[in-house]
């Protein structure tokens, strides 16, 4: 089993940053992929970024140029960057990890970017 545990969310201008933490349980080393996803309201979780062992980093089209996922593996952490919020960003956030072809999320944190 893989715990994770976000942070970072909050309430934010468009135009500022926030950064995003999820603390792992388990090694960053041992996973297949690492990521974050969103979910706004009525509408479906899609991805936002990823580090998969088989294509390496990936972003979602609509956060290419803004948003910068990063790990640190002596912490087991991964990290989301987002610089230039937009209102349509707003939604959930939730880290991901593929271990074991396992999917496992953490709990989600609030992202709200007003305009």
């Known amino acids: 089993q893989v715990q994770l545990v976000e942070s970072g969310g909050g309430l934010v201008q468009a135009g500022g940053s926030l950064r995003l933490s999820c603390a792992a349980s388990?090694?960053?080393?041992?996973?297949?992929?690492v990521g974050w996803y969103r979910q706004a309201p009525g509408k479906q979780r899609e991805m936002v970024a990823t580090?998969?062992?088989?294509?390496?980093?990936n972003y979602g089209d609509s956060v290419k140029g803004r948003f910068t996922i990063s790990v640190d593996n002596a912490k087991n952490s991964i990290y989301l960057r987002m610089n230039s919020l937009k209102p349509e960003d707003t939604g959930v956030y939730y880290c991901?990890?593929?271990?074991?072809?396992?999917?496992?999320w953490g709990q989600g944190t609030q992202v709200t970017v007003s305009s």
């Open positions: 991901n990890v593929v271990w074991v072809r396992n999917n496992y």
């Open positions: 388990g090694s960053i080393f041992s996973f297949n992929a």
């Open positions: 580090i998969t062992k088989t294509t390496g980093t």
